[in-house]
Nanobody, 123 residues
Framework: VQLQASGGGLVQEGGSLTLSCTTSRGTSSNNGMGWFRQAPGKEREFVGGASWNGETTQILDSVKGRFTISRDRAKNTMRLQMTSLKPEDTAVYYC?????????????????WGRGTLVTVSS
């Protein structure tokens, strides 16, 4: 099982980035997926997630209206579109595959994790 997160980088406050998470064929087609992030010195937190078909999504309150989750099952890809980025969004972002058909805010609900991608927002 392989998950590859990409799209991180350095962006100025107010800018945008889109993160992508691609899974190996068949890994996630019937499972929910989620994005988590870990800022320096802080615990990892749930950012957002989508159900197996992308029809049900969850998003962290503090990023609502700025971040959008989407899935493309045909391409085994989940995306996190981030706009109006703030310095407090700086973190390593991780994608993960859920043990069920839905996403979850709980980290123990995820079976597979990818390596993170660093997002740095400068003020």
């Amino acid at each position: 099982v392989q998950l590859q997160a990409s799209g991180g980088g350095l962006v100025q406050e107010g800018g945008s980035l889109t993160l992508s998470c691609t899974t190996s064929r068949g890994t996630s087609s019937n499972n929910g997926m989620g994005w988590f992030r870990q800022a320096p010195g802080k615990e990892r937190e749930f950012v957002g997630g989508a159900s197996w078909n992308g029809e049900t999504t969850q998003i962290l309150d503090s990023v609502k209206g700025r971040f959008t989750i989407s899935r493309d099952r045909a391409k085994n890809t989940m995306r996190l579109q981030m706009t109006s980025l703030k310095p407090e969004d700086t973190a390593v972002y991780y994608c993960a595959v859920s043990i069920s058909a839905r996403s979850s805010t709980r980290q123990d609900a995820y079976r597979y994790w990818g390596r993170g991608t660093l997002v740095t927002v400068s003020s």
